[in-house]
């Protein structure tokens, strides 16, 4: 059977917009030969929709789409994602899949399984499927399945569901089986998708075609890497990671493929560049500020940012206080030089200097502490705003994991913008990107020569908020740090588990305490993009005002 894939990229609401896209890639597989064109999950409203279906006209309007797509089908069919209205018990809505035929009534799937857990909330608005059956498409029974259908237990966290609804669909005479998903992108999560169909085609003996969602949508990034393996579990299949891509799969292809997967750096940046560019997009900005500390952190994000939207559009401001290095100028600027972008030069030592003027009566004989060191990113971000509001940049933070996971951060400061860029990778995978950049990024964007400065690689980190400071005057090594924050924010580990991985226990229960004590600085933080299994924000939701503390 020839199936053609839409590996689309929607944007959530836009309903008109998803109908071209959608269209479009239809009409050239048909075109193509195809006999039977699969989109992603959820395609005509886009996915996640999160409370738009309760939104008195978005559902019967993502119908109209739908109705307005089956006037267009031709001689191939289409299988296309929306949402439908339950008409008996239970929620509201159910998350489905139309086969739509020239001539024929609408035939529809609904989802089986719906995963609550992790970012995902289904049951809040979706209820199950009843039953499943196959579909009789082009002289072939097609078992139609949606994304979390397919995702059997060992893939999963636990043991979650009662049914199983590719075995259902075997048990009826299904000779293919089709999914249609929207797979949120985590490292090596690719890996993971390909290895599970496989086992699940080689299990049924059936061939199985995945198709998946590309772009972001706010917090998420879905990477593609729609697939498709034969009976036998075989790849012989791959489209494109992080961009749409259209393609025909003859189920009956002989020729077998070796799955492709980018280092993890490279998958990282992809990730991170597309998430930024479809937030912008999505969000009509049409440019981006940040800060260039001359840290390691800026530094990455200004590169992803320039590869995201290109350096016309990316401006870079320093904002040296008393405390700047006169080398962390320099690198700030020489990165801005290598990036090809503009670059503001804005110092906030006058404006520091009259802010704590305005104290000196009430800090009479009281030292400086970290209420100083606190007002100069917060100037930082006045100034910032000042030039989003001004020009319309949308403002990116350049805080990481490691930092946001302890509260090494100041709200109303360094926190403060519409999107953190890289709040999901924790400091060691920062410094990771920033030797692929100067490595294999710089080979392939055509720069051939080193874009970070290297001393920006190579000095200790700083926040330069108070003489000879570092990260590590109050912080653990990163590598320590980064692996205990793995094992507890990640794999929920109590920090007496923690300690049985060879981690000295005073400094695993002064991150713990950390992480606990912030939580109410990250629920201000801007939305971030996840790209681990576990990030801040969407998929972590834990109580400000608590008290709970592993026992010794």
């Known amino acids: 059977m020839k199936i053609g894939f839409a590996q689309i990229n929607p944007t959530v609401g836009d309903l008109s917009g998803n109908f071209e896209r959608i269209i479009g890639a239809y009409e050239r597989l048909a075109a193509a030969g195809a006999e039977l064109v699969l989109t992603p999950e959820l395609a005509v409203p886009g996915y996640p929709p999160q409370d738009l279906v309760f939104k008195s006209r978005f559902v019967p309007e993502n119908l109209q789409v739908l109705d307005k797509l089956h006037t267009r089908v031709g001689n191939t069919a289409l299988l296309v ?74 893939y999963l966290p636990r043991p979650l569901y009662d049914v199983e609804p590719v075995r259902g669909l075997i048990d009826q005479g299904a000779e293919v089986i089709v999914n249609l998903s929207a797979s949120p992108f985590s490292l090596h999560k690719p890996a993971i998708r390909r290895e599970m169909v496989g086992a699940l085609a080689r299990a049924y003996q059936r061939p199985i075609c995945y198709c998946n969602a590309v772009g972001g949508n706010d917090q998420l990034v879905f990477d593609g890497n729609s697939i498709a393996v034969n009976a036998s579990g075989e790849l012989i299949s791959q489209l494109a990671s992080f961009q749409e891509q259209e393609a025909i799969i003859d189920t009956d292809a002989a020729a077998v493929i070796e799955f492709r997967e980018g280092k993890t750096a490279e998958e990282l940046f992809s990730a991170l560049s597309l998430g930024l560019r479809d937030y912008l997009r999505k969000c009509n900005f049409k440019s981006a500020v940040l800060g260039l500390s001359g840290g390691v952190d800026s530094a990455v994000v200004a590169v992803i940012a320039v590869d995201a939207l290109g350096a016309e ?37 006058n404006a520091f200097t009259a802010f704590k003027s305005q104290f000196a009566e009430i800090f009479k004989k009281l030292p400086e502490n970290e209420t100083e060191e606190n007002m100069q990113p917060r100037l930082r971000a006045m100034t910032l705003m000042a030039l989003s509001n001004k020009f319309g940049h949308l403002l990116l933070t350049t805080g990481n994991k490691s930092e946001l996971a302890v509260g090494y951060c100041t709200m109303y400061g360094d926190m403060a913008g519409g ?32 874009i970070i400065p290297k001393s920006i ?39 007496r588990d923690i300690v049985t991985h060879g981690f000295d226990e005073k400094t695993v229960r002064w991150v713990q305490r950390r992480v606990d004590l912030n939580e109410y600085k ?31």
């Open 313 to 349: 559009n990316v401006i870079g401001v320093s904002m040296p206080s008393p405390y700047s290095s006169r080398g962390s100028i320099d690198d700030a600027l020489a990165l801005a030089r290598n990036l090809g972008i503009r670059c503001l030069e804005i110092p906030i030592t």
């Open 522 to 552: 990250r629920e201000q933080a801007a939305p971030g993009l996840k790209v681990t299994s576990r990030a801040f924000g969407v998929g972590r939701r834990m109580p400000i005002a608590q008290k709970y503390v592993d026992s010794n």
């Open 457 to 495: 690689i190579e000095k200790p980190p700083s926040a330069e908020l108070k003489p000879n400071q570092t990260d590590q005057d109050v912080l653990p090594p990163y590598e320590i740090l980064d692996e205990i924050l793995r094992l507890y924010v990640e794999e929920n580990l109590s920090a």
């Open 81 to 154: 994602g929306f949402v439908d209205r339950n008409e008996g018990r239970g929620k509201p809505f159910h998350n489905a899949a139309a086969l739509l035929e020239r001539g024929k009534p609408i035939r529809k799937a609904h989802k089986s399984l719906l995963p609550t857990y992790d970012v995902f909330d289904e049951d809040r608005y979706f209820e199950p499927a009843g039953r499943v059956e196959p579909f009789d498409v082009c002289g072939k029974r097609v078992g139609i399945t949606i994304c979390e259908d397919i995702w059997t237990e060992h």
């Open 419 to 450: 999107l953190a860029v890289i709040s999901d990778v924790p400091k060691t995978m920062v410094y990771e990107l920033a030797r692929w950049i100067n490595s294999d990024y710089s080979v392939r964007s055509g720069r051939k020569r080193e």
